[in-house]
């Protein structure tokens, strides 16, 4: 899972001029803000993927979702995301928790995938990054 996390996190990789749909100069935190983006930790932003992803297809059952993890004002690096896998009543099936890292200024996509087939949806329940400044 990591693997696919990672894959599609560099093969989607945009210039912030690209992001920002074509303005010279870099993203800003009104910038994110105005496309849904949230802060979720101190600099760090996160949504559910919109518009340039490339979402996995998952057969035979289960559910699967990306979230943007955006590192614009601090490097994210150690993100732990935990989320609540849940089925068509509400309950909750399985815990799944995601590990990636982050530099200053990337933009990353966590492939979330539950193959219980009674899963339908993925709650954020926890999402930290810890960052080590040397």
Known sequence: MGFGAGWGASTLRTSPAQATGGKAGLETRGDLLAQGWSEADQGVFIRRCQGNCRMPRLYGGGVVDVMEV??????CGQIQAVFDVLDG?????????LQHSGRQGERLQLV???E?????RFVLREFRAKARVD
């Not at 009543?89 to 928790?97: M, N």
């Open 70 to 75: 955006s590192c614009l004002e601090r490097p």
């Open 89 to 97: 009543q509400g309950q909750v099936v399985q815990p799944l928790t």
């Open 112 to 114: 979330l995938e539950s």
């Open 116 to 120: 219980r087939p009674e899963a339908r």
